[in-house]
């Protein structure tokens, strides 16, 4: 099994920045794409984006696009979302997740599907004021 322990989150005023990290448990991290997606209070989980095993690609939601950038380091089984110009609609609850280790990296919405992931983080707070 795979766990997963975000922190980083916070209360910032909008147009600022924050760093989200996401700390993983498990010897097959590397073999799996692993999405950041975000709750608001009585909204549906929203994916935000995604990276491929390597890092070398990523799949960002059209909502954060531009603003937000995905980075994973394997060797310490770690995954980031630096997240700027941070307006009020950016708050919520942010959780990391880990796909199965089979799952092909599509570069598609088919990475943002939340029945795509196996292993879900307890999610970390981000509030913006306005």
């Known amino acids: 099994q795979v766990q997963l322990v975000e922190f980083g989150g916070g209360l910032v005023q909008a147009g600022g920045s924050l760093r989200l990290s996401c700390a993983a448990s498990?010897?097959?991290?590397?073999?799996?794409?692993m999405g950041w997606f975000r709750q608001a209070p009585g909204k549906a989980r929203e994916f935000v984006g995604a990276i491929s095993r390597s890092g070398g690609s990523t799949y960002y939601a059209d909502s954060v696009k531009g603003r937000f950038t995905i980075s994973r380091d394997n060797a310490n089984l770690a995954v980031y979302l630096q997240m700027n110009s941070l307006n009020a609609a950016d708050t919520a609850t942010y959780y990391c997740a880990a796909a199965a280790r089979s799952r092909i990296w599509y570069g598609s919405s088919s990475d943002g599907a939340p029945s795509a992931y196996e292993y879900w983080g307890q999610g970390t707070q981000v509030t913006v004021s306005s």
């Open positions: 498990g010897r097959s991290f590397s073999s799996r794409t």
